[in-house]
């Protein structure tokens, strides 16, 4: 049962997938916007949300999956890295 102050309201359930979030992240502010004039209006809100979450991946620490353990996986002996600075 339901307490009755929460009745009426949401239940926000935190996701831990890291795509999920960004996903929810742009559906939430799409929602404020509501309404775009054009198409290119969206691209530049998605866009500038997953540099913002590009740049906070970059530097966060613990990540699922570092560039230096992506590198193997790759079959194409042309693609290299870029040099991260410590």
């Given at each position: 049962?339901?307490?009755a102050?929460?009745?009426?309201?949401?239940?926000?359930?935190?996701?831990?997938n890291?795509?999920?979030?960004?996903?929810?992240?742009?559906?939430?502010?799409?929602?404020?916007?509501?309404?775009?004039?054009?198409?290119?209006?969206?691209?530049?809100?998605?866009?500038?949300?997953?540099?913002?979450?590009?740049?906070?991946?970059?530097?966060?620490?613990a990540?699922?999956?570092?560039?230096?353990?992506?590198?193997?996986?790759?079959?194409?002996?042309?693609?290299?890295?870029?040099?991260?600075?410590?």
């Amino acid at each position: 049962m339901i307490p009755a102050e929460r009745a009426g309201t949401a239940i926000f359930i935190p996701v831990t997938n890291p795509l999920e979030r960004v996903n929810g992240e742009i559906k939430r502010r799409s929602e404020v916007v509501g309404i775009f004039p054009n198409e290119a209006a969206v691209s530049r809100l998605i866009g500038a949300l997953l540099l913002e979450q590009n740049d906070e991946w970059a530097v966060q620490r613990a990540r699922y999956m570092s560039l230096e353990t992506i590198a193997p996986l790759s079959d194409d002996p042309f693609v290299s890295l870029p040099t991260v600075a410590a």
